[in-house]
């Protein structure tokens, strides 16, 4: 995994969710963290003063990432403040529920609020932070899709489409960026957070999972998980999006120890892409993740 000791690191929506487990877990790993809010102040408050009460150091800073010039303020704010910036979480999401056979439930504001915030919010914090990251010898971005981007079923179909949109921008920004910064993308499945409590369990199991609910919490271990394999060691992971499945829960606390193997290479529209499978075991040797790195360029 990267070596975040010393890093500057900055997590949209890194209040609450997998945005906070993140936040926390960069900083136990010795990353200088920066978390963003839109909304959700006291969260963000509380989760900077849990990162100082570790001995870490953390910065608050608001900004709707749909709104370029307050990205380009917070990207400043967290150069300003820590000198440097080396790792960008594009985490901040957002949604509404509308069952998917519902097409006239889907709102006119829904395409702005909802691509505004997924799509163009990765855009924008990734256009602002890229000069700063090569200035300071390269950096490494992370943008957190969903499975519902791959599968079009989830919370509504604006949802999907928009976190579809996400894994073809992290496949451009790659290209366009590399080698300095490497840009990935994760692909979780549905995970236990403030959005989730929300909705009935019939609605996901109609319109999320087509039959079944297992949702996770965002819990420290699944975050280590989302660390080890999206700020990659390997110079051929650049641009890739990695769908995690989740075969045993994680339980709080478990130790996971993450392997790798090359399944496949080939050449596709002149470009040579790379087949990966990861593979995550607990301290009791159980299988409790596999990977698998999908569409991943620049070998």
């Not at 909705?199 to 420290?220: C, K, L, W």
Request: overall charge negative; proline content about 3%; charged content about 20%.
């Amino acid at each position: 995994m990267a070596d975040f000791e010393g890093k500057v690191a900055l997590i949209t929506g890194g209040g609450t969710g997998i945005g906070r487990a993140t936040a926390l877990q960069l900083a136990a790993q010795g990353a200088v963290v920066a978390v963003n809010y839109s909304r959700s102040r006291q969260e963000a408050e509380d989760t900077a003063a849990e990162i100082r009460a570790a001995g870490a150091r953390a910065l608050v800073v608001q900004a709707d990432v749909a709104d370029d010039a307050q990205v380009r303020t917070m990207v400043a704010a967290t150069v300003a403040e820590f000198g440097r910036l080396d790792f960008l979480v594009n985490n901040a999401g957002r949604t509404r529920a509308v069952p998917l056979p519902d097409l006239d439930g889907v709102r006119d504001d829904d395409f702005t609020e909802l691509f505004g915030v997924n799509f163009q919010g990765p855009f924008y914090c990734s256009r602002a932070a890229i000069p700063e990251m090569k200035r300071g010898g390269g950096g490494h971005i992370v943008n957190v899709g969903s499975i519902a981007g791959l599968t079009g079923l989830g919370s509504s179909l604006i949802y999907s489409a928009s976190k579809a949109a996400v894994m073809n921008l992290t496949r451009g920004m790659a290209h366009s960026q590399a080698p300095e910064v490497q840009v990935n993308c994760v692909v979780p499945g549905l995970v236990e957070t403030r959005w989730t409590a929300t909705v009935s369990e019939e609605f996901a199991r109609q319109n999320i999972f087509g039959g079944t609910v297992n949702a996770g919490p965002a819990t420290m271990s699944y975050v280590d998980q989302m660390l080890q394999l999206s700020f990659p060691l390997k110079a051929f992971y650049n641009g890739g999006s990695l769908l995690m499945r989740a075969i045993t829960p994680f339980r709080s606390g478990d130790t996971v120890t993450f392997g790798g193997e090359i399944t496949g290479k080939r050449e596709e529209g002149g470009q040579g892409l790379v087949e990966c499978r990861v593979r995550g075991i607990n301290q009791r040797g159980e299988l409790v993740c596999l990977a698998d790195a999908v569409m991943v360029f620049g070998e």
